[in-house]
């Protein structure tokens, strides 16, 4: 059975930086798309960030751009989210997720595999 387990997640200071990781497990993505979504109190899921999976294509939200960085090891069948810079709208459970369908989406209906989410708090 497919599973995706997210970890990194903490407290930490406006300012700051913390490194999420995702590993999948019971199969291997082939040439599956790897995203990032949150998910603050009372809101949307939204999209933060997704990689191909070669890793030569990414794409972010607006809000993250030049503060967060997605990666993949594909040996690993890990995904990464260096987030730098942290602010306390950042704060939100996030979740890693692999789609089957490109090109790159920020939709999470097109993704099909979703971790349990880890919580990113933020403070100022």
């Known amino acids: 059975q497919e599973q995706l387990v997210e970890s990194g997640g903490g407290l930490v200071q406006a300012g700051g930086s913390l490194r999420l990781s995702c590993t999948a497990s019971?199969?291997?993505?082939?040439?599956?798309?790897m995203g990032w979504f949150r998910q603050a109190p009372g809101k949307e899921r939204d999209f933060v960030a997704a990689?191909?999976?070669?890793?030569?294509?990414?794409r972010y939200a607006d809000s993250v751009k030049g503060r967060f960085t997605i990666s993949r090891d594909n040996a690993k069948n890990t995904v990464l989210l260096q987030m730098n810079t942290l602010k306390p709208d950042d704060t939100a459970v996030y979740y890693c997720a692999v789609s089957a369908r490109g090109p790159l989406s920020n939709s999470p209906r097109l993704y099909d595999y979703w971790g349990q989410g880890t919580q990113v708090t933020v403070s100022s």
């Open positions: 990689i191909n999976w070669s890793g030569s294509s990414t």
């Open positions: 019971g199969r291997t993505f082939t040439n599956y798309i």
